[in-house]
């Protein structure tokens, strides 16, 4: 484990403002995040987050290790984070389903770590080079079990750094993984990128314990709030299972209220929080009575969908999430209070546009803008939906994209 | 103003190197730029294309929507990809590679291989697209190239550079 070093972090990054693939700036979104550890396997569109950690993690003195596939790969990263590190891993579609598994044993052992799911169209492997934003729902409800995560979704290379390095200090406060939610088009995009500065990097340590080792519960902590960490080889007994744990981390499975208590606190940990973890973009125009809602590289079709209709004068108003899970709920429902209509643009066949129907319950029309097979939506579609109408959210499948 | 350039060609010509650095260029002469792409699995063969937008202000949506450049490095990524030209837009073809009408017809593939290698075709046609837009300081320009190239090959690369600017001088049939 090394302390983090901005100055060696920059060096290493070795250009003042790279004109780089949102891929290499999640890498370096990482290291500015504090990560010194990288386990992970190679996929496209993935691939080269995993070959710019491999470069330049060990020389901020950290390890990457490539394991031997993305099962391993998320066990060793929650295996290093229980030995003090800050780790990260990357993957797209077929390895982000092999790691649902562990994304839940690292919920239920409440291990921080980040998570770069580059999606790709599937569903299996799909089209390996495509993009695709395929993956929302399964990232919020792909691991069993009662659970809550963090999921962020950058829109450009500049968020991919920004969220990556973010990414780090939410795992350490809340005690989850964060999952960062990029695509094949924002992660083989090239566009420069500003390295934040040493004021912006601020590094949001994990929580020690503050007693002896004998008072220590390495599971114990206030309703809504994540406990204390000892790390591995500190001192401190720490036992660590997936199965349901009492405050001292033993396991118990036939006790009801210690599965509620621990479950609960759990998920209120982020659920509770939902309005500090909200982070969204508005681009509102009075009088509209159509908005659209989106996220991740759709959110810049949707900008250009914007930029079009005001041209023609049409109003519309856009609230973009970069937080997409917690669900910012109570936002989404302010952003439609004088709506009509709220279309979400997304590259599959209708996941957020559920999420929203339902958070709005028929306050407003919610509509699809759905595409897939590879190509981003254009702002033409989007236009169209606006203009005319777009696909009703119970859908049928038809021949279009 | 926003540029929307697209170059295409087979899987290894540098189709999406050249739009590196163009993209790449236009920032380091104070613009802004994105660089997309799009190929198949395949590392050679298969029509790869690259797509780069320059503006003087934000870039909201990435892709071309009507394009007002098209380079095409081959017949099937002409046949593919030349569809959405905008309205007064410009098309630029390698003259040994592909029959098209009314493009900017020049034999970038035959002068690669003149200053020595085949391989450098993409950056003849950089050397001719830079000096057609002249968006960016040559020098700019030239130095972008060569930090985007394999160490040992800056020589070969220089004179690529400097052949397709010839080109674009000599002015040849538009």
Known sequence: MSAFDYDRVIATIGIAEPFAQGDVACAYGALLGGCDFFG?????????????????????????????????????????????????????????????????????????????????????????????????????????????????????????????????????????????????????????????????????????????????????????????MAGFGTGYHTYVTGLTHTEKGLPTTDDAAAHQSLVKRQCEKISGNVEDLTHVEHNLQEGAEVGLVSFGISGRSAAGAVRQLRGQGVKVSHLRLLTVFPFPERVVCEFAESLDRVIVPEMNLGQMCHVVREALEGSARVERVSKIGGEIITPDEICRAVVEGGDPVRCEYGAGG | MRQEIRICGFGGQGIILAGVILGESATRAGLRAVQTQSYGPESRGGAARAEVIISDGEIDYPRVTKADIIVALSQPSFDKYAGDLAEGGVVIVDADLVDAEGARSQPFQSVAEEVGYKIVTNIVMLGYLGAFMDLVPADVFEATVLDNVPKGTEDLNRRALEAGRALFAKGGPA
């Open chain 1, 40 to 228: 992970g396997y190679p996929i496209t569109p993935a691939t080269e987050v995993a070959e710019t950690m491999a470069r330049l993690l060990p020389r901020t003195g950290g390890t990457p290790i490539q394991m031997e596939d993305e099962i391993a790969s998320l066990a060793a990263v929650i295996g290093a984070a229980w030995t003090g590190r800050r780790p990260m891993t990357a993957t797209s579609g077929p390895g982000f389903s092999l790691m649902q598994e562990g994304i839940g044993y690292a919920c239920m052992t409440e291990t921080p770590c980040v998570i770069v799911n580059v999606q790709r169209s599937g569903p299996s492997t799909g089209q390996p080079t495509e993009p695709a934003q395929g993956d929302m729902l399964q990232a919020r409800w792909g691991t069993h079990g009662d659970h809550e995560l963090i999921v962020l979704a950058p829109a450009s290379v500049q968020e991919c750094l920004d969220l990556t390095r973010k990414a780090f200090n939410l795992a350490e406060e809340y005690r989850t993984p964060v999952l960062v939610m990029t695509d094949g088009e924002v992660g083989h995009m090239r566009e420069s990128v500003r390295l934040p500065s040493r004021e912006e990097c601020e590094i949001i340590e994990r929580r020690p314990p503050s007693t002896g080792a004998a008072d220590h519960l390495p599971f114990g902590a206030a309703p809504g709030t994540s406990p204390e």
